[in-house]
C-alpha cells in the first residue's frame, strides 16, 4: 500500500520553462515532505523540503508547495535547464520518536529539451 | 572526498551464497541507513543505526544482518542469497533522526546486485 505516490513516472519539458512535479500522499499524520533529484548510477541527492506547517517554500529555481487538505505537494522548476534532467524522488515522514523515516514514492524521471 | 562510499558498486553472485556489502560515511554522522531499491524503482528503507545501535529495522528477511562497528561504518551482510535480493543497495547517513535531520540525509553511490 503506498503511502506516497507520483503518478507521472516521467515528464518532458522544453529549457527555460516550467516544470511541475506532483506527488500525493495517504497518511494525514506526515509532517514532513522533501524532495529528492537522483542522478543514473548515484545516489539521492536532497532538493528541498516543507513542513507540515508552510504551505510553501522556495530555495532559487525550486518551489515546493503543500496542500494538506488535498494531500498533496508539487515541486516547481523555474526556468528548467538541462541539467535538472534526473528523477525526482518526493518522501515524506511522521514523527515516530527515535524511528522516524522516509516513505518515498517511486519518482518521477524529468527530461529538460535544449 | 566522497561523502557516503559504498564497496562493491556492482556484485554479481549465484544463489545460496553469502556477501557482504560495505558503507563508511566521513561526515561525522550518529545515524547510518541501508535502503533498497527493487526493480520497480521502489527505495525502501530497511535498517537505520545510531551511535551503533539499531533503531529502524523494518520487515526485512533475517538472512539480512547489518553490523555497525562504529558510528562511521555500516556494512550488510547477506546469508543464503535469492533471485528477489537482486536490486540496487544504498546506504546514507544523517546527524540524527528527527525532522530537520531527515533533510540532510546523504546516499552513497549503490551497490547493484545481482543474484542469478
Known amino acids: 500500500d503506498q503511502q506516497v505516490k507520483q503518478n507521472s513516472p516521467s515528464l518532458s519539458v522544453q529549457e527555460g520553462r516550467i516544470s511541475i512535479l506532483n506527488c500525493d500522499y495517504t497518511?494525514?499524520?506526515?509532517?514532513?515532505f522533501l524532495w529528492y533529484k537522483k542522478y543514473p548510477a548515484e545516489g539521492p541527492t536532497f532538493l528541498i523540503s516543507?513542513?507540515?506547517i508552510k504551505d510553501k517554500n522556495e530555495d532559487g529555481r525550486f518551489t515546493v508547495f503543500l496542500n494538506k487538505s488535498a494531500k498533496h505537494l508539487s515541486l516547481h522548476i523555474v526556468p528548467s535547464q538541462p541539467g535538472d534532467s534526473a528523477v525526482y524522488f518526493c518522501?515524506?515522514?511522521?514523527?515516530?520518536?527515535?524511528?522516524?523515516?522516509?516513505?518515498w514514492g517511486l519518482g518521477t524521471s524529468l527530461a529538460v529539451n535544449p | 572526498d566522497t561523502a557516503v562510499s559504498q564497496t562493491p558498486k556492482y556484485l554479481v553472485t549465484q544463489m545460496g551464497n553469502d556477501k557482504s556489502i560495505k558503507c563508511e560515511q566521513n561526515?561525522?554522522?550518529?545515524?547510518m541507513y541501508w535502503y533498497k531499491q527493487d526493480s520497480k524503482k521502489f527505495l525502501k528503507i530497511m535498517f537505520s543505526?545510531?551511535?551503533?545501535?539499531?533503531?529502524i529495522n523494518e520487515t526485512v528477511p533475517n538472512r539480512f544482518s547489518p553490523k555497525s562497528p562504529d558510528k562511521a561504518h555500516l556494512n550488510l551482510h547477506i546469508n543464503s542469497l535469492e533471485l528477489g535480493d537482486s536490486a540496487v543497495y544504498f546506504c546514507?547517513?544523517?546527524?540524527?533522526?528527527?525532522?530537520?535531520?531527515?533533510?540532510?540525509?546523504?546516499f552513497g553511490p549503490g551497490t547493484r546486485l545481482t543474484v542469478t
Open positions: 543505526y545510531n551511535n551503533k545501535e539499531l533503531i
Open positions: 497518511n494525514s499524520m506526515f509532517d514532513y
Open positions: 561526515l561525522g554522522h550518529d545515524t
Open positions: 518522501a515524506a515522514s511522521e514523527d515516530a520518536g527515535n524511528n522516524r523515516k522516509l516513505i
Open positions: 516543507i513542513s507540515s
Open positions: 546514507a547517513s544523517s546527524h540524527g533522526t528527527g525532522g530537520a535531520d531527515l533533510v540532510s540525509q546523504y
